[in-house]
């Protein structure tokens, strides 16, 4: 094992299984340098994210490594192919990338990315990450068994932006390196080297320096073949390099730049140049760790959250569930006068729109982000509808509303089942009758129709029309009108969770009749 790399990261050895993504060949083998430097001998690599998926479904590995953007299927595309893949979806997975974006960071947490380490970097950053990724505890539901517990917060990277910077000053004139170190020293930590040979291992050490000052003209290794060699090494090839040479010819800077260099200091130098020219450009050293700090608090912040939300929907679905249990069980007793049934089959039902709207913020967060796995099973939509129905007249009884359920089902015939799942079809026409009732003027009427077809079809119907200026956008997030309070999140649920079901929705606005209609449909069971 290179010792300028140290150990490999606790959880990282020899025989963990990782997975390199990367369409960038020159780049995959630094990612697998790196690792089997650090002692990992089973690495497998990927061009895509397409044939990444391919080796998951054959083979177990520890984790995946793999960058953003490539072709067929991007990192994101992979991520949130394996997080809907219960095999795979609690695989510590590591994005990299240039991709620094707000929206892109938000993205990617939405997706279950479990840490991002943003270009470019230092193998002592991408080993911690590594590290810090294999310690990740997947987000399971947690049984009513099982006691919850909550998860302690991810553990910060090492603090290397901590310290100051570091400077590579590298020339065979000590007087150089004395003047160079004389101006810097207050500002950074300074490293000296005074031929190429040790110039190389100060730049290849791990951590590397942040930035160096190399002469051109040396002894034995010259500037340009230190800088070559820095290119070839993982810790030290994207180090920014700063030539200070007495060549100025076009030909010399030429070789410098394809060398990666970012500034071209003649001798002598002027203090009073050089100093303000480095100090701008530490500022886009610090800039770009200040943005990895961000990004790294971004999904931790993500993750600690998911957590308590966990933990509380379970705290809260047991008391709920328990409730519900012994509601139940009382209404099953004939001994009950008509009046105190229905009074508990209220409660009942308000118990359970508390449930689903538990379950619902967990089942839209995964609907969300593609993770969401439909178990379909019957569902008795006209039950379900004549319950919502009763709720509703309740809940809008000062509005005088006439709330009707018709089932379309002749006398004697067996009622239609839906293929779905309860909880997602209550919360979804929970929102639907809600916004119906809502926006309906009062002493008016609202029906509730289920077709007997393939695939069945439900229509709620109320007084009163959309607004115009919002029907195209009528189940998009936060779209609202008219309604003091209203959020906009009602009818984008219902469409999530109907689409969630194979299902579809859509919404149709009679001005002549006044009236709006939202139709509902889903697969029927047996079909």
């Not at 000052?213 to 340009?224: A, E, I, K, R, T």
């Not at 089942?363 to 439909?374: A, D, S």
Request: proline residues 6%.
């Amino acid at each position: 094992m290179n010792a300028a790399l140290g150990h490999a990261p606790k959880g990282l050895g020899r025989h963990s299984r990782v997975l390199v993504v990367d369409d960038f060949e020159a780049m995959c083998k630094v990612t697998v340098n790196q690792l089997r430097d650090a002692g990992v001998e089973r690495v497998v690599t990927a061009k895509d994210g397409a044939e990444a998926l391919r080796h998951l479904r054959s083979a177990p590995f520890d984790i995946v490594l793999s960058d953003w953007n490539m072709p067929v299927m991007t990192g994101i595309e992979l991520l949130k192919a394996m997080r809907a893949d219960p095999q795979l979806a609690a695989l510590p997975f590591v994005l990299i990338t240039a991709e620094a974006e707000r929206q892109k960071v938000a993205e990617a947490i939405a997706s279950g990315v479990t840490s991002m380490l943003l270009k470019p970097y230092s193998t002592h950053e991408f080993l911690a990450r590594v590290e810090r990724a294999l310690r990740w505890t997947p987000r399971q539901p947690v049984s009513v068994e099982q006691p919850a517990a909550l998860a302690p917060p991810p553990t910060a990277a090492p603090a290397e932006a901590n310290t100051r910077p570091t400077i590579l000053v590298v020339d065979d004139t000590p007087d150089n390196l004395i003047l160079l170190s004389e101006l810097f020293r207050d500002d950074y930590r300074v490293r000296l080297a005074q031929n190429g040979q040790k110039a190389l291992a100060f730049a290849t050490a791990d951590p590397p320096p942040d930035l160096v000052l190399l002469d051109v003209m040396m002894q034995g290794m010259d500037g340009f073949e230190v800088a070559r060699r820095m290119r070839e090494h993982p810790n030290s090839e994207t180090v920014p390099i700063i030539f200070v040479t007495t060549l100025g010819s076009a030909d010399a800077r030429l070789q410098g730049l394809d060398l990666g260099a970012v500034d071209f200091i003649t001798k002598p130098v002027d203090p009073l140049t050089l100093k303000p020219r480095v100090r701008n450009f530490m500022r886009y050293v610090q800039l770009r760790k200040d943005l990895q700090a961000e990004v790294d608090g971004m999904v931790e912040a993500a993750q600690l959250r998911e957590d308590v939300e966990r933990i509380t929907r379970h705290d809260i679905k047991g008391p709920l569930a328990g409730a519900l249990g012994i509601l139940q069980a009382v209404l099953e007793d004939d001994s009950l006068g008509r009046r105190q049934a229905e009074q508990l089959r209220l409660v009942e039902e308000i118990t359970l729109q508390v449930l689903g709207m538990v379950n619902r913020s967990s089942e839209l967060y995964r609907i969300e982000t593609g993770r969401f796995e439909l178990q379909a099973a019957p569902v008795k939509l006209g039950d379900l509808l004549r319950r919502l129905a009763e709720t509703a007249r309740v809940t809008y009884a000062e509005k005088a509303l006439a709330i009707s359920v018709d089932t379309d089902v002749p006398v004697g015939a067996e009622p239609p089942l839906a293929l779905g799942d309860t909880t997602l079809c209550f919360s979804a026409f929970q929102n639907l009758v809600k916004n119906a009732c809502e926006a309906a003027p009062k002493g008016s009427k609202v029906s509730l129709r289920l077709y007997d077809e393939t695939p069945l079809r439900v229509e709620i119907e109320n007084k009163g029309t959309v607004p115009e200026a919002i029907r195209t956008r009528f189940f998009d997030k936060f779209v609202t009108a008219g309604k003091p309070g209203g959020s906009g999140l009602g009818t984008y649920s219902a469409r999530l969770l109907v689409q969630a079901q194979h299902g579809d929705i859509a919404m149709a606005a009679d001005d002549d009749a006044g009236m709006t209609r939202l139709t509902v449909t889903l697969p029927r069971a047996g079909d």
